[in-house]
């Protein structure tokens, strides 16, 4: 019995919550509609600005522009100049004069060197490379141990 009353009172609540949010939004609409009615009928002047409000904003900029330290007294800023286009240059030639006037730069001789090498004295590694068996090991290690660090970075 005790919990269907606060059943009860929480079902009121709620309901009373909802009735008053319908009921204020039916005045502010209410009240949207009054205000566009008067500015239709009436339509809007700007209301002179009081001189006690201009002088209370050229104060709050005042003591804004000594804040920043700028000038209290700044120049008006001179008149923009007008634009002037660029004067434009002589055409050029046409590029068939101009490429008949070049002459091609003189190319160095090109000259084919081949490496040389020396069978005469065989390196230790590559000996060991060679073999078939030390090659199956290299395999082996590769990989084991991966790319070298070098390619592994690419």
């Known amino acids: ?13 709620i309901s009373l919550v909802n009735w008053l949010i319908d009921k204020s939004a039916k005045q502010r609409e209410k009240r949207r509609i009054e205000n566009l009615e008067n500015e239709v009928q009436a339509p809007s002047h700007p209301h002179p600005v009081e001189p006690q409000q201009t002088k209370q904003k050229e104060e709050s900029l005042r ?16 008149k923009p100049t007008p634009f002037t286009p660029p004067t434009l240059e002589p055409p050029l030639p046409p590029l068939s004069a101009v490429r008949q006037n070049l002459t091609p730069p003189p190319t160095p001789p090109i000259r084919h060197q ?11 590694w590559a000996s060991l490379l060679h073999s078939r068996g030390t090659t199956r090991q290299a395999m082996i290690l590769s990989e084991i141990l991966g790319p070298p660090r070098s390619q592994s970075l690419h």
């Open 1 to 13: 019995m005790e919990q269907q009353l606060i059943l009860i009172l929480i079902i009121g609540a």
């Open 63 to 78: 003591e804004f522009m000594e804040t920043f330290g700028f000038p209290l007294s700044v120049e008006p800023a001179s």
């Open 114 to 124: 081949v490496p040389r090498v020396s069978h005469q004295r065989s390196n230790r």
